[in-house]
Structure formats: structure tokens, C-alpha cells
């Protein structure tokens, strides 16, 4: 199973949607089976009848991804939680909001985005308690949907420019690594624990044929993960 994260379409360069773009056109040559850990979208919000319209050519490319038969599962990230009917009845992707426990390639995972469990900075706990309330999603539904994205996007480019210090990165990847490594201890139903969020590649095998993986940010170069029955590899599309 192929897994991918944070590319963070809409806020990055055009090349990094294209590069996306070109991978999802190589599944399932590379891969049978695709996992989205979160942050595929710089942002995504689902109305009743309104999605955003500028992720229009990757969804398309989802789209026929799906129509090749291929399983697509999508965990939702802080940028991307609140989807809804239009991914799993018109994409027919398996979507979570948030935290699920899946099998990866045969194996029981835990599954999340990474948000919320480790945070290492106060803005980022702050807008997970936040971004995550009923009154929140409440009130941005009410508002008019351009209106409403303008301020996410406005929002999201602050944000990220206050979570680029490398020494809150640091410790966001080593906390995240304990986390991983304390679930499985825990959880010995528990194979794979598949985090992102932190945009750091990542493996640590543990005993018992156990694993946590990082498959690092998309919009870094590409990179992705490749889960199987017997092992585990982190890539780089080219």
C-alpha cells in the first residue's frame, strides 16, 4: 500500500500539485492500494452542496484512481478533517475525520494524521481544540463558502509561518516517535502505528515484526511510503 501526506494542495508551488497529479497517475504501478494520511489539501471543507472549486484537478485524478479499481482511504488532517458525503459516496473513498485503526497491507494499523497528539507549539494545540469544535464547523458552515475559504486560506499562511522553527520541529519529531513507539508497547493487537503531520520521514522497527512510519511531506520532493506484507520503505517520487 502506498502512503502519502502533506502536500498541502493550494498553498504550494503549482509544480508540487503536478507532481501529485503525476503520481496518482502512476497508481497502482507503483502500488495496489492508496492511503492519504491527512493534509492532501491545504484546506477542504465540505457544504451541502459546495466544495471547493480550485481542488478540482486532483480530485478528478482521485476520481481515476478509483475508477481503475484501486482502494483509496483518506484520513483526515488539520487542514483537511471536515469532508463528508462527496468523498465517500461520489469518490467512493473511505474517509476518517479522524484517528482510525485499518488493515495496511494485511497488517492492523493505527492510523492518524498526527495533530492534537503531540503538538509542540501552543498556536497549533490551540487551533486542534479549536478547528475541532461543533460550534466552530457550525458557524464557518454558515458563513458564504468564498468568504469562508478566503479566510482559511488566510488563515493557514499565518499559521504555517509560526510552525517553521527547526528546534519545535525537532522535538514535534521525537515526541511523535515516543507516542508511536508507547502505543504499540500498549497495543500488542496493534502492527503498524502510521503517523504525518510533523513532515519528517520517519521508520522505527520494533520487536515483533512491529513499526511506527512517517512517510515525511509530499510537497518535500515527493515523498511517500510503500507498506507490504514484509516490510516497509520510504520513497521519493521522481
Keep these: 500500500m502506498l502512503v502519502v501526506a502533506d502536500a498541502h494542495l493550494g498553498q504550494v508551488p503549482p ?10 497517475d ?11 494520511n491527512g493534509d492532501l489539501f ?17 480530485i478528478a485524478k482521485l476520481h ?15 487542514h483537511d478533517r471536515w469532508g463528508g458525503d462527496f468523498l465517500t459516496k461520489d469518490l467512493g473513498i473511505a474517509f476518517y475525520a479522524g484517528e482510525a ?5 494485511g497488517r492492523r494499523a493505527f492510523v492518524a494524521h498526527g495533530d492534537g497528539l503531540t503538538e509542540q507549539h501552543w498556536s ?41 522553527d527547526r528546534a519545535v ?20 493487537d496493534l502492527q503498524l502505528a502510521i503517523l504525518a503531520h510533523t513532515h519528517r520521514p520517519a521508520i522505527a522497527e520494533l520487536p515483533n515484526g512491529r513499526a511506527y512510519v512517517n512517510p515525511g511531506a509530499f510537497l518535500d520532493g515527493g515523498r511517500y511510503a510503500m507498506v507490504t506484507r514484509d516490510g516497509i520503505e520510504l520513497k521519493t517520487f521522481q
Excluded at 502512476?26 to 492500494?33: I, S, Y
Excluded at 464547523?137 to 482559511?152: K, S, T, V
Design 64 to 78: 481515476s484512481v478509483r475508477t481503475r479499481g484501486v482502494p483509496v482511504t483518506f484520513v483526515g488532517g488539520n
Design 101 to 105: 485503526e485499518i488493515d495496511v497491507a
Design 169 to 188: 520541529l525537532d522535538r514535534a519529531e521525537r515526541a511523535q516517535a515516543r507516542y508511536a513507539e508507547e502505543l504499540l508497547a500498549r497495543r500488542p
Design 15 to 24: 509544480a508540487v500539485a503536478a507532481a501529485f497529479h503525476r503520481f496518482l
Design 124 to 164: 497549533a494545540r490551540l487551533m486542534h481544540r479549536v478547528t475541532r469544535h461543533a460550534a466552530t464547523i457550525r458557524l464557518f458552515r454558515a458563513l458564504h463558502p468564498d468568504l469562508g475559504f478566503w479566510i482559511a486560506h488566510q488563515l493557514s499562511r499565518k499559521l504555517a509561518d509560526t510552525t517553521r
Design 26 to 36: 502512476a497508481v497502482p504501478d507503483l502500488g495496489d492500494a492508496l492511503l492519504i
Design 42 to 58: 491545504d484546506f477542504w471543507f465540505e457544504y451541502r452542496a459546495v466544495i471547493p472549486r480550485r481542488h478540482f484537478g486532483t
